[in-house]
């Protein structure tokens, strides 16, 4: 398994577009909005700049007459399309009619596979304890999963038909197949093999679910879908507290297997039962806490008690259920001192 703490630096590439609108300063409350939704940081520069500032590279947004320019950087093409995707999905989601006035420089090439879509063949399928199968898979240009993004977005196709992908329409946006066609989701990158381009994801086992049931059947030799890497990269600090519940295990396990020695802080995780996950140690200043549900015994409880840390210094990570993500988020926020950035919370699942 390899896994680098920072991320390669590399020339950026550059994205250029143009939204036309006669009122750029509303246009630019909404972006301010979405931004604070996402809690992505953002400056406003009067009525006509704003350069908002993401785990992907940098949008900026510079008002030209009737028009508002628009310049992507990044690190890379698949990080590029995926900002400019966000991009036009938010103008669509604010007026799908001023998402008809919004055009690339260079698009992408009609017919195409998204550069941040690609192909994997399966390995194998085995299971991880009693809770989670372990999907092996290999491809070509999968080297971005070793250090850019801990999370994937995976997509299956339906059993006993012809895999369909989604394709580039004309304006450069992504045309997906039917929704019964591919089923997609989210996991952790548990690991990616530089040298045998081997890249491994654990799924929790959970009944009625479409990847566990995909996974029941899958055999090698079928192709699945892998979109990203994303959701954050492993924090760079001295000080951490990690949290989460079964559903985390991988992310944690990942996360932990890469900090120094000299790391402090803590890690909670909470089951329901005996974990059976394998888990790496913790760096040797830090303590790991495995929380029973049986006995009562909650994550929320024990952040309270833990030592977050000094400002500055620290990074609190927590992934488990929508609403406790939520009340996490507002809590660390309003309550602990803890901003965005010395943070990630993150919702692995939900109940409804």
């Known amino acids: 398994m390899s896994i680098q703490k920072t991320p390669p630096k590399s020339a950026c590439v550059d994205g250029t577009g143009w939204l036309a609108?006669?009122?750029?300063a509303a246009f630019y409350d909404q972006v301010l909005d979405a931004c604070k939704l996402w809690e992505l940081p953002v400056t406003r520069q009067g009525?006509?700049?704003?350069?908002?500032?993401?785990?992907?590279?940098?949008?900026r947004f510079d008002t030209a007459?009737?028009?508002?320019?628009?310049?992507?950087?990044?690190?890379?093409?698949?990080?590029?399309?995926?900002?400019r995707e966000t991009v036009a999905a938010q103008i669509d989601y604010f007026s799908p009619?001023?998402?008809?006035?919004?055009?690339?420089?260079?698009?992408?090439?009609?017919?195409?596979?998204p550069p941040n879509f690609k192909l994997a063949k399966v390995l194998s399928v085995t299971p991880m304890g009693a809770h989670f199968w372990r999907l092996s898979v290999t491809g070509e240009g999968l080297d971005a999963f070793a250090h850019t993004g801990l999370h994937i977005r995976l997509a299956l196709p339906a059993k006993n038909c012809t895999a369909q992908w989604p394709m580039l329409n004309e304006k450069g946006r992504v045309r997906w197949p039917a929704k019964t066609a591919l089923h997609v989701a989210v996991y952790t990158v548990r690991s990616f093999n530089l040298a045998t381009g081997v890249l491994d994801i654990d799924v929790f086992r959970h009944v009625g679910g479409p990847t566990c049931d995909w996974l029941e059947q899958a055999a090698s030799g079928d192709m699945v879908g892998l979109m990203g890497p994303g959701g954050g990269w492993v924090p760079d600090t001295p000080h951490l507290v990690i949290a989460g519940d079964e559903t985390a295990l991988p992310a944690i396990a990942r996360i932990l297997e890469a900090m120094p020695d000299t790391t402090t802080g803590t890690a909670l995780i909470e089951m329901a039962d005996v974990c059976d996950y394998p888990l790496p140690a913790c760096p040797d200043a830090m303590q790991m806490h495995l929380l029973s549900r049986a006995h009562g015994d909650t994550l929320e409880t024990a952040l309270e008690r833990a030592d977050l840390g000094t400002p500055g210094q620290r990074f609190v990570w927590f992934a488990a259920e929508k609403d406790r993500a939520t009340d996490m988020r507002h809590k660390l926020r309003e309550t602990q001192g803890v901003d965005r950035q010395e943070s990630y919370v993150t919702a692995y699942w939900s109940r409804g």
């Open 97 to 113: 009619e001023l998402a008809e006035a919004l055009t690339w420089q260079a698009a992408p090439v009609t017919g195409t596979i």
């Open 65 to 83: 007459g009737a028009k508002v320019g628009i310049s992507i950087a990044s690190d890379n093409d698949a990080n590029l399309f995926m900002l």
């Open 21 to 24: 609108t006669s009122d750029s």
């Open 47 to 59: 009525d006509a700049k704003l350069v908002v500032t993401s785990d992907l590279g940098e949008i």
